[in-house]
């Protein structure tokens, strides 16, 4: 009796791991991505790396990007459009919208009217800003500090004890436009926003995760040497405005942003991950310029990279993707194309048949923390390209995530699912804005760790796959 019950329970256990096997299917089988590279693939994944972070040491901001991919599509034969007699089939042109965000095309056999694909992704990273009146006394009158305004949706704790760099513009009222770039050279001086000692934070001790610093106590220490006859805030004034020739008065005409101060780097005993400050969303837009860059030939379809700023805030302002500026450029290409025949209704037609990837990327399932999401829906890193499910309304239809995944298929890229956790997780990209333009769009990204943390981490093989889909997107 007591055999035969043992073998009922070896028998059930046995029918329920293989109903689990079964219900899992083909996801439970699917490898690494590391795991599907031929040998040259390899060396191909980890020169694609250099490159971009080649790239990520310069892009610190959404104007630093912008001027970076500036750069390399110059070099790649893009040209800045002038004039509709430029969009004639093969021309690779360049719309810029204020230095803050870009519109990349290589124009189509196929007029635009026709169809179009295109990549959409922001420049923009968490970061901190400086307050237009930024230079304070605090500590006793010991010390100078920034006052700050955080941009983005951050984890205020970790910016605390990080060595940060200065960034930005400053634009004066007699014309000039002075870049600033402070600690990322040999020698420079970097800031740091000072955290308490654990031999006096008893009363601190009760804040709840989010708020171990608030956001009005993000401030760095910017000095604590006063001048001749003069306080340690004037002093600290006094270096500013003589170093870059300005008055006071012109920070509140600039942009100044605190980033962290590390570079780019390997990550891991394998060197198999990339860990830099400002990944969401630089990543994508990297990913998305450097695919349109790599597009031989003249395409079927007019082939766009769209980058812009502002989405970690709302898509706001007018190099955000709330802006008209793509609309614009869509009438500029499509005016060009139709002449004197030109209507609205052109511009109408052009932005229904577009196919377009919303390029963002997400959070992947971390490993100290995996009860944060929904394993069997959640992404892993070096499982491949993210089509991202979010339900409720924002997913692409049946017909075109189909016609994305049989592109992906065809290609031989890896890919997986992201939705995140009900009632934990979220999120949001440009996509929304696309589509309310009649577009059909997808969301598309790559799992990231540690996202909007100052450093973040993404494998190296997603990238390229993410990369390879983008030109395969190009082409299709």
């Given at each position: 009796?007591?055999?035969r019950?043992?073998?009922f329970?070896?028998?059930?256990?046995?029918?329920?791991?293989?109903i689990?096997q079964?219900?899992?299917?083909?996801?439970s089988?699917?490898?690494?991505?590391?795991?599907?590279?031929?040998?040259?693939?390899?060396?191909?994944?980890?020169?694609?790396?250099?490159?971009?972070?080649?790239?990520?040491?310069?892009a610190?901001?959404?104007?630093t990007?912008?001027e970076?991919?500036l750069?390399?599509a110059?070099?790649?034969?893009?040209s800045?459009?002038?004039?509709?007699?430029?969009v004639?089939?093969?021309?690779?042109?360049i719309?810029?919208?204020?230095?803050?965000?870009?519109?990349?095309?290589?124009i189509?056999?196929?007029?635009l009217?026709s169809?179009?694909?295109?990549?959409?992704?922001?420049q923009d990273?968490?970061?901190?800003?400086?307050?237009a009146?930024?230079i304070?006394?605090?500590?006793?009158?010991t010390?100078?500090m920034?006052?700050?305004?955080?941009?983005?949706?951050?984890?205020?704790?970790?910016?605390?004890?990080l060595p940060?760099a200065?960034v930005?513009?400053?634009?004066?009222v007699d014309?000039?436009?002075?870049d600033?770039?402070?600690?990322?050279?040999?020698?420079?001086?970097?800031?740091?926003i000072p955290?308490?000692?654990p031999?006096?934070?008893?009363?601190?001790?009760?804040?709840?995760?989010?708020?171990?610093?608030?956001?009005?106590?993000l401030?760095p220490?910017?000095g604590?040497?006063?001048g001749?006859?003069?306080?340690?805030?004037?002093?600290?004034?006094?270096?500013l405005?003589?170093?870059?020739?300005?008055?006071?008065?012109?920070?509140?005409?600039?942009e100044?942003?605190?980033?962290?101060?590390?570079?780019?780097?390997?990550?891991?005993?394998?060197?198999?991950?990339?860990?830099a400050?400002?990944?969401d969303?630089?990543?994508?837009?990297?990913?998305a310029?450097?695919?349109?860059?790599d597009?031989?030939?003249?395409?079927r379809y007019?082939a766009?990279?769209?980058?812009?700023?502002?989405?970690?805030?709302?898509s706001?302002?007018?190099t955000g993707?709330?802006?008209?500026f793509?609309?614009?450029?869509?009438a500029q290409?499509?005016?060009?194309?139709?002449?004197?025949?030109?209507?609205?209704?052109?511009?109408?037609?052009?932005?229904?048949?577009?196919?377009v990837i919303?390029?963002?990327?997400?959070?992947?399932?971390?490993?100290?923390?995996?009860?944060?999401?929904?394993?069997?829906n959640?992404?892993?890193?070096?499982?491949?390209?993210?089509?991202?499910?979010?339900?409720?309304?924002?997913?692409?239809?049946?017909?075109?995530?189909?016609?994305?995944?049989?592109?992906?298929?065809?290609?031989?890229?890896?890919?997986?699912?992201q939705?995140?956790?009900v009632?934990v997780?979220?999120?949001?990209?440009i996509?929304?804005?696309?589509?309310?333009?009649?577009?059909?769009?997808?969301?598309?990204?790559?799992?990231?760790?540690s996202?909007?943390s100052p450093?973040?981490?993404?494998?190296?093989?997603?990238?390229?796959?993410?990369?390879?889909?983008?030109?395969?997107?190009?082409?299709?």
């Amino acid at each position: 009796m007591v055999r035969r019950i043992l073998l009922f329970a070896i028998l059930f256990s046995l029918s329920g791991a293989m109903i689990a096997q079964t219900a899992d299917g083909e996801w439970s089988t699917r490898k690494s991505g590391w795991l599907l590279l031929s040998q040259p693939q390899r060396g191909d994944v980890e020169t694609f790396a250099k490159e971009y972070k080649r790239y990520m040491t310069v892009a610190k901001s959404a104007m630093t990007s912008t001027e970076e991919v500036l750069r390399l599509a110059k070099a790649a034969g893009f040209s800045e459009f002038t004039a509709p007699a430029q969009v004639k089939p093969g021309a690779r042109l360049i719309f810029v919208n204020r230095n803050r965000a870009l519109v990349l095309a290589i124009i189509g056999s196929e007029p635009l009217v026709s169809g179009s694909r295109m990549v959409g992704a922001h420049q923009d990273s968490p970061h901190i800003d400086l307050k237009a009146r930024p230079i304070y006394k605090a500590g006793e009158g010991t010390f100078a500090m920034f006052k700050t305004i955080y941009y983005g949706g951050i984890k205020k704790y970790q910016w605390s004890n990080l060595p940060l760099a200065l960034v930005g513009r400053i634009s004066t009222v007699d014309g000039r436009n002075i870049d600033v770039n402070i600690g990322f050279k040999d020698g420079d001086p970097l800031f740091v926003i000072p955290d308490n000692a654990p031999h006096s934070d008893k009363d601190l001790r009760n804040r709840t995760y989010t708020d171990v610093l608030k956001g009005e106590e993000l401030d760095p220490v910017v000095g604590n040497m006063p001048g001749a006859n003069i306080d340690v805030a004037a002093e600290a004034e006094r270096i500013l405005t003589s170093t870059y020739n300005i008055h006071i008065e012109d920070l509140v005409s600039s942009e100044l942003a605190l980033v962290p101060a590390a570079q780019p780097a390997d990550v891991g005993l394998d060197r198999s991950m990339v860990g830099a400050y400002g990944q969401d969303d630089k990543l994508s837009s990297y990913c998305a310029a450097r695919a349109l860059m790599d597009v031989s030939g003249t395409p079927r379809y007019t082939a766009l990279a769209y980058l812009v700023n502002y989405e970690e805030v709302g898509s706001v302002n007018n190099t955000g993707a709330g802006s008209q500026f793509l609309n614009s450029t869509y009438a500029q290409l499509t005016g060009a194309q139709r002449g004197s025949q030109y209507n609205d209704l052109d511009l109408r037609r052009a932005l229904h048949n577009a196919e377009v990837i919303s390029a963002d990327t997400n959070d992947g399932i971390n490993p100290l923390f995996p009860q944060s999401s929904e394993p069997t829906n959640s992404a892993k890193l070096s499982y491949g390209v993210t089509v991202k499910k979010y339900g409720r309304g924002f997913d692409a239809t049946s017909e075109f995530t189909a016609k994305i995944i049989a592109i992906l298929d065809k290609n031989n890229i890896p890919w997986q699912t992201q939705t995140p956790k009900v009632d934990v997780g979220g999120g949001g990209t440009i996509g929304g804005f696309m589509s309310r333009e009649d577009m059909n769009v997808i969301d598309f990204g790559i799992p990231l760790l540690s996202m909007h943390s100052p450093f973040e981490m993404s494998s190296k093989v997603d990238l390229w796959n993410y990369y390879r889909f983008m030109r395969a997107f190009y082409g299709s």
